[in-house]
T-cell receptor, first 109, second 113 residues
Framework: GQSLEQPSEVTAVEGAIVQMNCTYQ??????LSWYQQHDGGAPTFLSY????GLEETGRFSSFLSRSDSYGYLLLQELQMKDSASYFC??????????FGTGTQLKVEL | SQTIHQWPATLVQPVGSPLSLECTVE??????LYWYRQAAGRGLQLLFY??????ISSEVPQNLSASRPQDRQFILSSKKLLLSDSGFYLC????????????FGPGTRLTVT
């Protein structure tokens, strides 16, 4: 089976940088994804890492270390609209996703 | 462009009543389709996934079932709802040819009373 661990909550100040971690245990692994979900909304895709290293998309970066079964999502220049829940998800066989329990990010002034 | 629709947006049903949630995808062919459930403050739990018509896999044993009568239509059903069935139900699709990303519908918030 798959299990993923994420801190439940992170608080940061507008304009700052925040890192949200994800550790996983899996019996099959094709990649690690990150999704953002605002309260009451649907998850939206942010990034995907299949190989070790850092992927950058604008203010968002995602890192993966397959040997450590670890990844993180980095958000720079935080804005109030970034307040949301962030989920990591492991892609297994059949393009199935197993989601972590999510980190709730609170951005303060 | 592709779009995914889900209805209804909210639903309040008594215990023991039936359920039917519908999801349709436009603008793509032969997608992989998924049903997830999310309890309040929790992550998403995969319930069913389908790689084609009448090809459906169940991930979690429960009193729910899924059907895919058409290529781009995915239906979640129950004959008798339980209180524990309350939650946020999300349909998603991904390209059948492979892809890193899943695209989620707006969701149905179900409350069983």
């Amino acid at each position: 089976g798959q299990s993923l661990e994420q801190p439940s909550e992170v608080t940061a100040v507008e304009g700052a940088i925040v890192q949200m971690n994800c550790t996983y245990q899996t019996s099959g692994f094709y990649g690690l994804s990150w999704y953002q979900q605002h309260d009451g909304g649907a998850p939206t895709f942010l990034s995907y890492n299949a190989l070790d290293g850092l992927e950058e998309t604008g203010r968002f970066s995602s890192f993966l270390s397959r040997s450590d079964s670890y990844g993180y999502l980095l958000l720079q220049e935080l804005q109030m609209k970034d307040s949301a829940s962030y989920f990591c998800a492991v892609t297994g066989g059949g393009n199935k996703l197993t989601f972590g329990t999510g980190t709730q990010l609170k951005v303060e002034l | 462009s592709q779009t995914i629709h889900q209805w209804p947006a909210t639903l309040v049903q008594p215990v023991g009543s039936p359920l039917s949630l519908e999801c349709t995808v436009e603008g793509t062919s032969n997608p992989n389709l998924y049903w997830y459930r999310q309890a309040a403050g929790r992550g998403l739990q995969l319930l069913f996934y389908s790689i084609g018509i009448d090809q459906i896999s169940s991930e979690v044993p429960q009193n729910l079932s899924a059907s895919r009568p058409q290529d781009r239509q995915f239906i979640l059903s129950s004959k008798k709802l339980l209180l524990s069935d309350s939650g946020f139900y999300l349909c998603a699709w991904s390209p059948g040819t492979g892809g890193d990303e899943q695209y989620f519908g707006p969701g149905t918030r179900l409350t069983v009373t």
